[in-house]
């Protein structure tokens, strides 16, 4: 593995994490997104993360007070991707945005460039024949709050070189992370495979009017001793990619009239992401941030 520069295109919430924390581990990087206004909330995503790694890292200072100078930011993908050893592709979760971004990209980028997918729910395999260079591709999954959740999901597709799986795993490593080779490809990975069917059931049974979210969220955290709860965690995941998500699971629905994940795909809509509260990055969601009420002494008192 001989990484030196890293683009990270899409700086939404993870893919702001994933450039702060390998800035952080001393690699050059490249944040790229489609424009001014995007790359502009990016800048504010990595100030807000150098106080998060701020308070974290105790002992290493110096590593968080040099990360931004390691960073820069384009919208051109050409230019973005001009140096990059390597692309980690952290951009909406939506099967056609993903085949048109690496479309260009196979384009654009230089011949040695290996390609890496965040997508939480979709495969490799999916999306290889558009990169121009499948055995160049695979899937690198990082869970939100990669400071202190380090995972890294090393996925492979039949035509990934072993040698471009081997130098991810090592990349991984180099950037703080446990990497966690997924030998074959399987929706969600290990971490999604275990906590989707949980939030979907969580979606459920609010869309169904089970119960509220804060109900919901104070029953799995009694009972497990987890310290928060599925809503909790959608706050920390985004709104727009719990929306993303939902609405890929209604428009594969076969009835339209028993549809409950479209339900749901409104209701988050409607009730959240039109009204701003987009989770924890924007300072609402479920929950009101930075003081959340699963946080406070008395929530899971009777």
Known sequence: MNFKHITIAGSGVLGSQI???????????????????AIEKAKERIANLEATYFDYFKEEQDAVKTAQSRIQYATNLAEAVAE???????IPELKEIKESFYTELGKVAPAHTIFASNSSTLLPSQFAEFTGRPEKFLALHFANRIWMNNTGEVMEHPGTSQEVVKDVLQFAAAIGMV???IKKEQPGYI????LVPLLDA???LWGNEVADPYTIDK???IATGAPMGPFAIMDVVGLETVYN?????????PNPEQNEFKQIADLVKNEYID???????SGEGFYQYPNPAYNEKGFLQP
């Open 19 to 37: 450039a702060f924390q390998t800035a952080f581990k001393g690699f050059n990087v490249t944040i790229y997104d489609i424009n001014d206004a």
């Open 202 to 204: 969580a979606q459920l």
């Open 84 to 90: 990059a050893d390597l692309v980690i592709e952290a």
């Open 219 to 221: 029953t799995w955290m």
């Open 245 to 253: 998500i939902v609405s890929t699971k209604a428009a594969k629905h």
């Open 179 to 181: 990497p966690l080779h």
């Open 191 to 194: 971490l999604n495979s275990l």
């Open 275 to 281: 009204k701003g509260k987009m989770g924890m990055q």
